[in-house]
């Protein structure tokens, strides 16, 4: 595709740096293609052109670092600050609110798993840091969940290749599928309970 292509090029020109800077752009908030780059990285890396072990190194140094960088944001500018400005960059008042209850929620966990979640990607360290969330704890859960990630889908592409570029295709397909079906089960059932709510005596 047009966009892989964009991609290999900034690969090929930057290596490292392109992988680290842009993982750690998008950790600090900013709508960067973290994700996409580190698949095209490991599909590069599956084909010799790039070293497995700095793709992954790269990719873990960036998302840390970059989720560090936005809880220290987070923890001193605040929330409204945050909410005011971010919608500029796609960081709504609502998105923002969902994240901040999960937050509230599960902690550390949410931490550990964020990176495979588009939003809480892009909004991990900066919920942290608002939450007013130990540092350490943070620090631990991000280290580990940022070594998850870029294990998983630089070793994922550098294994399978373009098999792992089809699948991950027809994956997002069934994905969003599945998520309309839920909407439509979900605002099904709103409207039934409130039937049943203006029906009651």
């Not at 971010?86 to 209850?101: N, W």
């Not at 999960?102 to 919920?127: D, S, W, Y």
Request: aromatic share 14%; proline share 2%; no cysteine.
């Amino acid at each position: 595709s047009a966009a892989s292509d964009v991609y290999k090029r900034q690969l090929h020109a930057y290596g490292a740096i392109a992988i680290f800077v842009i993982i750690f752009l998008e950790s600090t908030g900013l709508p960067s293609p973290g994700e996409s780059l580190l698949i095209a990285s490991g599909l590069l890396a599956g084909r010799g052109e790039l070293d497995i072990w700095t793709v992954f190194l790269a990719a873990w140094a960036g998302g840390m670092l970059g989720d560090n960088l936005g809880y220290v944001i987070g923890r001193t500018v605040g929330r409204p600050v945050i909410v005011r400005y971010g919608s500029k960059v796609g960081l709504t008042e609502p998105r923002f609110a969902a994240v901040e209850r999960q937050f509230l929620k599960h902690g550390a966990l949410v931490v550990l798993f964020a990176r495979f979640f588009v939003v809480l990607r892009q909004l991990n360290g900066l919920v942290a840091g608002i939450t007013g969330m130990h540092w350490l704890h943070f620090f631990v859960a991000n280290a580990a969940g940022a070594a998850l990630w870029a294990g998983f889908w630089a070793f994922a592409a550098y294994a399978f290749g373009t098999e792992l570029e089809h699948y991950l295709h027809y994956g997002r397909q069934a994905f969003y599928v599945v998520g309309i079906a839920l909407a439509i089960a979900a605002a099904a059932y709103g409207l039934h309970i409130m039937r049943r709510k203006k029906t009651a005596p």
